[in-house]
């Protein structure tokens, strides 16, 4: 019996990767899909998303979230990822 997955991400290119091995793993039920800001804009993030699951030909929802951190200040993805 495959075991639910929520995935929340950014999907850049490396969460892109991940997505895919998640939609066709035969043990992984990808149940949803959340994209926050983080290394990309949370516009691109969501769209890197639903192109993904398109690819996969997999019918999981995609949910826009935050478009920045809920607390703190947020950092450019250069910051972060050099």
């Given at each position: 019996m495959p075991r639910p997955f929520l995935i929340d991400t950014d999907t850049a290119?490396?969460?892109?990767?991940?997505l895919i091995m998640a939609l066709r793993a035969p043990d992984?039920?990808?149940?949803?899909?959340?994209?926050?800001a983080g290394n990309v804009e949370v516009d691109q993030a969501t769209r890197n998303a639903l192109y993904?699951?398109?690819?996969?030909?997999?019918?999981v929802p995609v949910f826009r979230g935050a478009a920045k951190p809920l607390t703190r200040?947020?950092?450019?993805?250069?910051v972060l990822t050099g």
């Open positions: 290119s490396d969460d892109a990767v991940a992984v039920r990808v149940v949803a899909i959340t994209t926050v993904t699951v398109e690819l996969c030909d997999a019918e200040t947020p950092l450019g993805s250069m």
